[in-house]
């Protein structure tokens, strides 16, 4: 089965693109908890935390944006609850999840220079670099905070999860930045770094619920690998809206990708194995580097990518991982439990499921 | 009794300033695990972190430098000792709270656009601002899941205390960053900000390693004051070396505060309480705030700040910060414990008394 990607030709979709339930579900469960940790903070960064977090305008008013799709929290308390415990006992770790998966974007809108974010002016335009710096580094510790205060038995193992997550969502990023410097990177280094920009959290993030359900090692890592999996597909996704989102709804610039110059999966696969139309596409990136770059040029090197097979490659590879990642929970749904709690595991699968497809189908 | 200040008129010192034994003991012992730690670290930012750690030049290779005086770990683990515990079961939080410390050195030179510090080149200075805020970041993670993985009972507890530390460590370099865009702060002001970037993480390096030696909260808490009330001497000391200190041992500029225009503890009393000479600082400090100044210019105003009385305040200050730190001690002394960890306690805290004492006499 292979999922409709956005802006693909065939758009006659055998599934909705609507966000899932369990999102919205998800959001609900942890917004008073993330409203009372950032409470926390002092009166210096919490308006800017709050602003980029969707809740206040940067005069510090109250405003209704969205804050984000909540896919962590949502892969956290699902996690939770498959592995038959509650949702309500890893709100915590959603938390944190949630924090730390901010605290990466508003460093790395600092780092990469960009100016928005979800239709918005980024925390380091509005208020300089030293507070981007500060804000993110606040929600870092305030994620681990909260974690650790939770009470759990299992919050220390919970918190080693989410720290080791950062850590290679930081190394992720650092081999983005380095990858920026140099004219070749290959599809498996590619690959790698998106392990760790997008794969690293948020299959903590699943293996953090698992974790504070109280569930046996076995099950923490299935869904941990269930969650990296989402996590490579997430990346392909996001790396097909970088060239071919439609800005409205992603917020970001036409072929925002091409006009930044980013080593991205398909690019990278383009040039790599895309034939002429990849000699070609190396041509272009290699031309003119710093120089603007026309829409009919850019309209050209999107072109260069989809000739090269590279659209549909990243299509068939998302669709893959997530094909792997839901066929990953299957021997989940044999352990333990029996009732109420097993009925809910299940349909936390399921919801997992779902959201995995969700993944690839969404528009931004 | 009147501690003897840096670059102070009367040199006649009852106590000598060399390091205490403590401070070289607690190095030795933490060095192994905090070098296990960074080997963590990816190929990206391992040689970043180790560089700026003193173990490697900027190539990556091997030298031998100062990487700090480690008087965070030496307040671990006396402060196990003292609570009644083992040196060795402290140690992850002694790397933790060393980890801490230099994330935050890393991410301040960058915001402060520092270009030296120990001696050598800062890391955004050789790096490039991206990876100095990686490093930071990749330190602040690696801390947590040090200390988490190490399976002492009290980890979580431990992590929550490092966590909270760290929060008001940030909050303290956020109002450092906000009291520079301000003409005026009070002394109250400053001493918050102190309090946050300085006593914060040294009362949670106390705390942490009381915590992991299974202390009642009691004892935490006496040793959580300590460490604050040591931090705030500590950045009084470190405020009079900003002013008095000698360039060949510090490794900062002569009068670097002063041609900062930072708004230093001394700096803020002498505005707030200085009277004459103070008016005459405080037009000095508004005059040409952009402007380079001279030598003659710095000598003059640090002059002002002497004529004041403030450098007088903040030595006496320091002094009675340093007191209260080591009065408070002696209650712990009453606590619990028989024969050799009695001995082995009491001879911690008269230990952490020394090394609050090296606090105010050191020079760099």
Not at 160 to 172: I, S
Not at 207 to 225: E, F, H, I, K, N
Not at 337 to 344: P, Q, S, V
Request: aromatic fraction near 4%.
């Amino acid at each position: 089965m292979t999922a409709t990607l956005p802006g693909s030709a065939g758009s006659g979709r055998g599934r909705s693109a609507t966000a899932p339930a369990s999102l919205a579900w998800a959001r609900d469960l942890v917004q008073p908890a993330l409203r009372a940790a950032v409470d926390r903070l002092d009166p210096q960064l919490r308006p800017v935390v709050g602003y980029h977090l969707g809740w206040l305008d940067e005069h510090g008013q109250p405003v209704r944006t969205s804050g984000g799709k909540a896919v962590r929290p949502a892969l956290t308390l699902l996690a939770a609850q498959a592995a038959g415990g509650q949702a309500q006992a890893a709100v915590p770790g959603a938390v944190a999840v949630e924090l730390v998966h901010n605290f990466s974007l508003v460093h790395d809108d600092l780092m990469d220079r960009d100016v928005s974010r979800r239709h918005r002016a980024t925390v380091w335009s509005l208020w300089g670099d030293a507070t981007a710096v500060l804000a993110g580094d606040a929600m870092l510790s305030l994620a681990h905070e909260v974690l650790l205060e939770c009470g759990s038995p299992y919050a220390a193992r919970a918190g080693a999860v989410v720290a080791a997550g950062t850590r290679e969502l930081v190394h992720g990023q650092a081999l983005d930045m380095a990858f920026e410097r140099r004219d070749r990177v290959s599809v498996a280094e590619c690959e790698q770094m998106a392990a760790g920009k997008t794969g690293a959290l948020m299959s903590a993030s699943a293996a953090v619920g698992a974790v504070l359900a109280g569930a046996a090692q076995p099950v923490v890592t299935g869904l941990a690998d269930y969650g990296a999996q989402v996590g490579l597909a997430f990346q392909l996704v996001d790396d097909l809206l970088g060239i071919w989102g439609d800005p409205a709804v992603t917020g970001k610039p036409v072929h925002s990708d091409l006009r930044a110059g980013k080593k991205s999966l398909p690019i990278t696969w383009a040039v790599e194995h895309g034939g002429e139309a990849g000699t070609a596409l190396a041509r272009w990136l290699a031309r003119d580097r710093d120089g603007a770059r026309e829409p009919s040029d850019l309209q050209e090197a999107a072109g260069l990518v989809e000739r090269s097979g590279a659209r549909a490659w990243a299509a068939a590879q998302a669709a893959r991982r997530i094909d792997q990642a839901t066929r990953g929970l299957d021997p989940l749904a044999v352990a333990g439990g029996d009732g109420a709690d097993r009925a809910e595991a299940l349909a936390a699968l399921d919801q997992l499921r779902t959201l995995a497809h969700f993944v690839v189908d969404r528009q931004a």
